[in-house]
């Protein structure tokens, strides 16, 4: 099964006991591969591989987006407990990226809890970007998400609809520089 799973999305398919061991064995056993991609609704492909960066961890995408999103309130918070607990609620190249970004973006509502509002609004960008892409993402994406994220919902939020590929764009050239970056640090 090319693209991660989800452990919640396992278990509404098959049974919401299980653990997260039976669950990764599940997904790890090659015997049950085509009958498990069935049960989940996947046709065996993730998607295209130009967007292998976004099936492999459509979370981080999504807090990326978010903190551009929000990157105006971002650069309110920069030092102490305040920075340090929003750093680790939202992580460390998302709030990099929304610094550096953001400052484009609309002031935007995030109702005293802005690694929350960040976390959703991101979700929602990611959904907003997703209703345009081909239904094989989507759902490859989406599976990789845990249930109920702002970004399976529809209809799309319009003012993300207006920003979402900008936004998107950004964030896949972050993780891909990350990812580069990675592999040339070994």
């Known amino acids: 099964m090319s693209g991660s799973v989800h ?15 039976v669950v990764a064995r599940l997904l790890a056993c090659g015997r049950l591969r085509e009958r498990l991609d069935a049960r989940l609704g996947r046709d065996g492909a993730a998607g295209d591989a130009g967007h292998a960066w976004l099936v ?30 929003l750093i680790a609620a939202i992580g460390r190249e998302a709030h990099a990226l929304g610094l ?40 490859a994406v989406l599976l990789a998400l845990p249930p109920g994220t702002p970004a399976e919902r529809r209809p799309i939020d319009p003012t993300l609809a207006g920003v979402a590929a900008d ?20």
């Open 7 to 21: 452990p919640d999305r396992v278990r509404a398919a098959l049974d919401p006991r299980l653990s997260d061991a």
């Open 56 to 85: 492999a961890d459509p979370d981080a995408a999504a807090r990326r987006a978010g903190a551009v999103l929000h990157g105006r309130a971002l650069r309110a918070v920069l030092s102490g407990p305040a920075a340090t607990a």
């Open 100 to 139: 550096r970004h953001g400052a484009r973006m609309d002031l935007r509502d995030d109702g005293g809890d802005l690694a929350g509002a960040i976390l959703h609004d991101g979700h929602a960008c990611l959904g907003a970007w997703l209703d345009g892409q081909p239904e094989s993402l989507r759902r």
């Open 167 to 186: 936004i998107l764009a950004l964030v896949e050239r972050d993780m891909r520089e990350s990812t580069d970056k990675g592999s040339t640090d070994d």
